[in-house]
């Protein structure tokens, strides 16, 4: 049997997606401005069924909603924003539309990335899925490619293998990491944990300096290549479910 899909009423739906208050919704309502299914639908107060698809049924001035609650983005984090709602200057948020500033529940950045790092970074509206992915026991690895100050020394493959590398003020060593160099200043590497600004205190430690970081796998999921800097897509069943699977 199939799971029946949640339903809601259409002022809060709307309300809830920034669409306006629950009267300016019933305004819209009214004037015929909603439309389901190919009717207007004049009552603000129905309810209607939530389904993932709603976005291709349900249209306000013609256009059709935005993805209801449950939403998940991968975006393609460029330098120089910050992974906050509230910090000042450029901030991940604002590269997506305006209307979803408004919504509740709010989006929220699964982890960060530094305001200099770029690459794949997700969000969701979802907390439990928010929580599934960062979870220890999830193991969901983040690979970066690194570019560094000083050529390699050779050494740092069996030193972030071997999970005894200490950072400053930390109080317990790294979980280990993978690493393969790709030439003698650049490299990838992949965290098991998320500490913070973990690529550039662990290169630290080894006594070179990150010039360059990006992020190009969460778990199965790889950063898509014709997903430019500052853009973002929704993500279906199958990409979420990449998330979770070995790379
Ligand atoms: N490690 C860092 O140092 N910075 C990031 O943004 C992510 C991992």
């Excluded at 799971?3 to 009267?23: C, F, H, V």
């Excluded at 030193?159 to 109080?171: N, P, R, S």
Aim: proline share 6%; net charge neutral; with cysteine.
């Amino acid at each position: 049997m199939s799971a029946k899909a949640p339903t809601a009423r259409l002022d809060k739906l709307l309300a809830n997606l920034g669409y306006g208050s629950r009267r300016e919704i019933a305004g819209l309502a009214r004037a015929g401005r909603i439309v389901l299914d190919g009717a207007a639908l004049a009552d603000a107060g129905a309810r209607i069924a939530v389904t993932p698809d709603l976005p291709t049924r349900l249209a306000v001035d013609g256009a059709g909603i935005d993805p209801p609650p449950g939403l998940a983005l991968m975006l393609h984090k460029p330098l120089g924003v910050t992974c906050s709602h509230k910090e000042a200057g450029p901030l991940v948020y604002g590269l997506l539309p305006e209307r979803w500033h408004r919504r509740d529940p709010a989006l929220s950045t699964v982890g960060r990335l530094d305001k200099e790092t770029s690459g794949l970074l997700l969000l969701t509206d979802d907390g439990g899925l928010l929580h599934r992915i960062i979870a220890p026991k999830a193991n969901v690895a983040k690979r970066y490619r690194v570019t560094l100050d000083r050529p390699l020394k050779g050494d740092e493959d069996a030193i972030l293998a071997a999970g005894t590398l200490m950072l400053e003020d930390d109080d317990k060593p790294l979980l280990p990491v993978g690493f393969s160099a790709e030439d003698a200043t650049h490299a990838t590497v992949t965290l098991h944990e998320g500490r913070y600004h973990q690529v550039r205190r662990m290169f630290a430690a080894m006594g070179n300096h990150v010039t360059a970081l990006h992020r190009d796998r969460i778990g199965g999921l790889a950063l898509p290549a014709d997903l430019p800097a500052g853009a973002y897509r929704v993500m279906d069943a199958a990409d979420v479910a990449n998330v979770f699977s070995a790379a």
